[in-house]
């Protein structure tokens, strides 16, 4: 298995624009997490669905941010406009069930630079 | 609810010294515990968990943690860090319907 895979590894983009972040979760895992790391803030947890439905998006900044799971491979992260402060490295995660169990296998993070 | 606490979030150690890193949980029943480590410039991946049986969990690289339930207590241990075990390493509790943020776990720093 080739693991939980992000796209793109690296972002760079000027504030105000659309900011797309991309998951790939394991085949058979039915729960996904997006996650943002800060320095200041460490690991927090944006959202989280589960058979493609999302059940806790309270860790969503604003707005401006938003994610979809059209289907069991796929999920987006979009912030749109970006803004500086929005600069984070962002992980997707995926699990069998919550993962209280089998815990969390983690993608590589997408670093996102917002100028 | 749930959460987990980290003792130390900076710990600095020589090569060949042992490590225990404290983690703590606050939930009264039944929990499964994890840690995790993040090596720099990398994303997090699972160390060791626990769910039941022996409270003495080994994991990879010569880790091992222990649950010590009168004391709501997860630690961590290596009896000997390397250089390659600078890293982040996050402590998380586990239980059915939540997902927890992983907060900003502790900075390990061996230095040579």
């Known amino acids: 298995d080739a693991g939980v895979i992000q796209s793109p590894r690296h972002e760079v983009t000027e504030m105000g624009q659309e900011v797309t972040l991309r998951c790939k979760p394991i085949s058979g895992h039915n729960s996904l997490f997006w996650y943002r790391q800060t320095m200041m803030r460490g690991l927090e947890l944006l959202i989280y669905?589960?058979?493609?439905?999302?059940?806790?998006d309270s860790g969503m900044p604003e707005d401006r941010f938003s994610a979809k799971m059209p289907n069991a491979s796929f999920s987006t992260l979009k912030i749109q406009p970006s803004e500086p402060r929005d600069s984070a490295v962002y992980f997707c995660a995926s699990s069998l069930g919550e993962g209280s169990h089998y815990g969390y296998t983690f993608g590589s993070g997408t670093r996102l630079t917002v100028v | 609810a749930q959460s987990v606490s980290q003792h130390n979030h900076h710990v600095i150690l020589s090569e060949a010294a042992s490590l225990e890193l404290g983690c703590n949980y606050s939930?009264?029943?039944?929990?499964?515990l994890f840690w995790y480590v993040q090596y720099p410039g990398q994303h997090l991946q699972l160390l060791l968990k626990?769910?039941?049986?022996?409270?003495l969990v080994k994991g990879i690289k010569g880790f091992e943690a222990e649950f010590i339930k009168s004391k709501f207590s997860f630690n961590l241990r290596k009896p000997s860090v390397q250089w390659s075990d600078t890293a982040e390493y996050f402590c998380w509790s586990g239980n059915s319907g939540y997902a927890l943020n992983f907060g900003k776990g502790t900075s390990l720093l061996v230095t040579p």
């Open positions: 939930y009264g029943g039944t929990v499964n």
């Open positions: 669905f589960n058979n493609n439905v999302p059940i806790d």
């Open positions: 626990y769910f039941s049986g022996d409270p």
